[in-house]
């Protein structure tokens, strides 16, 4: 019988054939688990921006009240109204007719979570300039239909119906624009859309985000007490696709710093000093990105979405400044 001997040198030739086979199924492995488990939380992260309860209280009409003049809004003559949005839903909202005849008409946005009366807070201010006011439920929120929020990107075609609706019923008059948070950023979204209609003479911005794919990050940052980006860009990238797949958007579609640059249309800025939820650096970029006519406000001792309440005459006057600038371009 005949012995074969491996040489130390076959052994470590067959040790180097076998290692990359083994490496590449580890890192296989590796590769599918990771995704797996990336793609579940990002579907679970998903739900929670996207498919949020904005119902649990259609009418926040008693949670509200004590930001506004109520005995005003009683004795005001005022309609309920609705729009059919193109994305087949209806919009509900409340038509506040100024005492003081006028065609000129502000239409106020409401912040995530909010509604119609969340954002009458603004409406006296606006009252005592001389507007009429026009204050709806957004997308998914309040009696307004649509199944989710999109964080501007179908809001911005369902603000354009209502600006359709008011140019119809006032004609020849001014039109602006308050929104806030993300109703602020479907206001900047809406003015790219406005750049060829120019129906709308004014924007307010209060505590709009600049890019949703920033604004995710710095949620997840906060919310998960994260420090690296080294976990939440796969995140996002999941987060990104299943919304892609579900809503037909890019997170990068909606990113208003891209728009603002671009817009003729004059637009103010305002945001709370102290805001932790929007940082007051993304409506600081939105403002040097902004080229033409452009305002902007920081308001002291405010976190998201105080400014108006910790500093209402400051803040009327500003806004009042900011208005009668605009209106006297037009003019």
Known sequence: MQVQFTSLKDVRRNKKKKWPRIAFDVIFVVFIITNVISLYIGNNYYKKIFEINTKTDLDQYETYKSTFNERRFSDIQREEVSVASKNNYKLYGTYIKNPKATNNTIILLHRLGGSRWSSMKYTDMYLDK??????????????????????????????????????????????????????????????????????????????????????????????????????????????????????????????????????????MFIHGANDTYVPKTMSEDLYKAKSGTKQIYIAPASDNNEAYLNNQDEYRDRVYTFIDSVISINN
């Open 130 to 267: 001389g507007f009429n006011v026009l204050v709806y439920d957004g997308r998914h929120h309040g009696y307004s239909g649509g199944d989710n929020v999109t964080y501007g990107f179908y809001e911005k075609d369902d603000l354009d119906k209502w600006v359709d609706w008011v140019y119809r019923k006032n004609k020849g008059g001014i039109i602006g624009v308050h929104g806030e948070s993300t109703g602020a950023a479907a206001a900047l979204l809406h003015s790219k859309i406005n750049e060829n209609k120019k129906k709308v003479s004014f924007y307010i911005a209060d505590s709009a985000f600049s890019d949703l794919n920033e604004f995710f990050t710095i949620r997840i940052k906060q919310d998960y007490n994260l420090k690296s980006n080294l976990l939440i860009k796969p995140l996002i990238f999941y987060i990104d696709k299943i919304n892609k797949l579900k809503n037909g958007f890019y997170l990068t579609e909606v990113s208003p710093i891209n728009i603002v640059g671009n817009i003729k249309t004059p637009i």
